[in-house]
């Protein structure tokens, strides 16, 4: 039977605002449980919990709706992290193109700038020895200068005039001494600050005018030349050169050997001139062009002669720019004797095959030698061998000179022999052979003295 409790439970339930429950019946042991009326779709069921189907799917529908929004914001996450570490990784990847790119150009500045002081000697040494001599030398030039000072009017004190006279010679000669130092210590301390200079001025360039030194150094040319001179000369600019002018520096022997290419073009340049001019000038007359061996001849030779002056110029020593010069002389009035008489060429084949070009090489090995900063035994041999074999050449061609007139000379005496003859024969001079036979009066046509 069913439990009154129950029943009264369920009127209970219904009469406290709970569902009905329908007729049905389900017996579970002995109590008896009523099913729900199914008034409300969204009720739950009392034994279970469990929702009806619209609530589930809208349960599952919120679920998949939350786990899609979530899967969004996932993969938003994602793409923005990746775009994140993307943009990190191309800034550093830009960063290192932009290090690298400057660890170049630095490496190509100093490159640049270990060229550009290779082009010129360190001024450090030169600097601190002009220091040291300029220090010291002040200092004893001072002290020694004194010294005399007192020396002179020690005259007047205890000193004998012998006395007197020894310290004032001993300081005299100290006292120079010390000058001659500062003077050095000085000299080299100016040398520094033209080097210093004349490195900044230059920067990369390899070629520069004289002038613009001057003016950027503030003195005039002839003071600025004159100290780039003694810099050459004390090999503080290892491969500097003057142009024939002594107009432009060249600091590299890459500008200085452009710049003999661009003499030799230009002397090329002025030979067709010479020889068009020539060529019109012949035409215009009526005369055959020169012979194609002259100009051959005539062109050579000014070459060697342009590398002649070109070495009198870098060659300091006296002496021999002076047989250089007389070389030239001799060489230029044998080329014109050429260029007059086309006939005496075949005598100076020798001179332009091997004399011009032998003493063009001794000339650039004497260069060579007196460039060099110690000059030891070996070198002023082999230098005073030079001088001689130039004394040597320079005879030769005197002597090649005066070959190419011996033709004319022997026609000159010919002609002259000729004329003395002819002269006699018509009686308008005395007769060559007649001599020592007497000479004959004018009037009588005797010897004077034997009527005697």
Request: net charge negative; proline share 4%.
């Amino acid at each position: 039977m069913p439990s009154d409790n129950g029943f009264n439970s369920y009127e209970n339930r219904y009469a406290q605002g709970g569902r009905p429950y329908s007729g049905q019946a389900h017996e579970d042991g002995e109590t008896l449980y009523a099913s729900p009326v199914d008034s409300n779709p969204g009720a739950k069921d009392p034994r279970t919990g469990a929702g009806s189907p619209e609530d589930f799917q809208r349960l599952c529908q919120d679920i998949g709706k939350g786990v899609a929004d979530m899967t969004a914001q996932i993969a938003n996450g994602l793409v923005g992290a990746g775009g994140a570490i993307g943009s990190a990784v191309s800034q550093a990847y830009d960063g290192y193109k932009a290090s690298q790119a400057q660890a170049r150009e630095r490496a190509e500045l100093a490159r640049q700038q270990a060229i550009v002081d290779a082009r010129f000697a360190n001024p450090g040494p030169l600097q601190t020895s002009g220091v040291i001599r300029t220090s010291i030398g002040g200092f004893f030039a001072f002290t020694f200068g004194a010294g005399m000072i007192e020396t002179l009017f020690d005259l007047l004190g205890y000193l004998t005039f012998g006395e007197w006279l020894t310290g004032m010679v001993v300081m005299g000669v100290l006292f120079a001494g010390s000058c001659m130092l500062l003077a050095g210590g000085i000299k080299r301390l100016r040398a520094a600050k033209s080097l210093k200079s004349l490195k900044r001025i230059m920067g990369n360039r390899q070629v520069i005018s004289i002038s613009e030194i001057s003016q950027m150094m503030g003195q005039d040319d002839a003071r600025t030349l004159k100290r780039i001179k003694h810099l050459l000369k004390e090999g503080k600019i290892p491969e500097g050169r003057l142009d024939i002018d002594e107009k432009t520096l060249m600091v590299t022997n890459l500008a200085y050997s452009q710049y003999l290419t661009f003499l030799d073009s230009e002397r090329k340049r002025s030979l067709e001139e010479q020889r068009a001019k020539q060529a019109a000038n012949a035409a215009q007359a009526g005369k055959a062009p020169a012979d194609p061996k002259l100009k051959a001849f005539l062109e050579d030779g000014n070459g060697y002669l342009k590398q002649m002056k070109q070495l009198d110029i870098d060659i300091d020593d006296a002496s021999v720019s002076a047989k250089i010069v007389r070389i030239e002389e001799v060489v230029g009035r044998i080329m014109a004797r050429a260029e007059d008489e086309p006939k005496v060429l075949s005598q100076l084949e020798r001179m332009m095959d091997y004399y011009l070009p032998t003493t063009v090489k001794l000339l650039s090995a004497y260069d060579a030698l007196e460039e060099q900063a110690v000059q030891g035994e070996n070198i002023e041999s082999s230098r005073l061998e030079i001088e001689s074999t130039l004394d040597m050449l320079l005879q030769a061609y005197e002597k090649l000179l005066d070959s190419t007139f011996a033709d004319l000379s022997m026609d000159v005496s010919s002609e002259i022999s000729v004329l003395n003859m002819m002269l006699a024969q018509e009686g308008l001079t005395e007769d060559p052979f007649a001599k020592g036979k007497g000479r004959k009066s004018p009037a009588h046509g005797r010897t004077p003295g034997k009527d005697e």
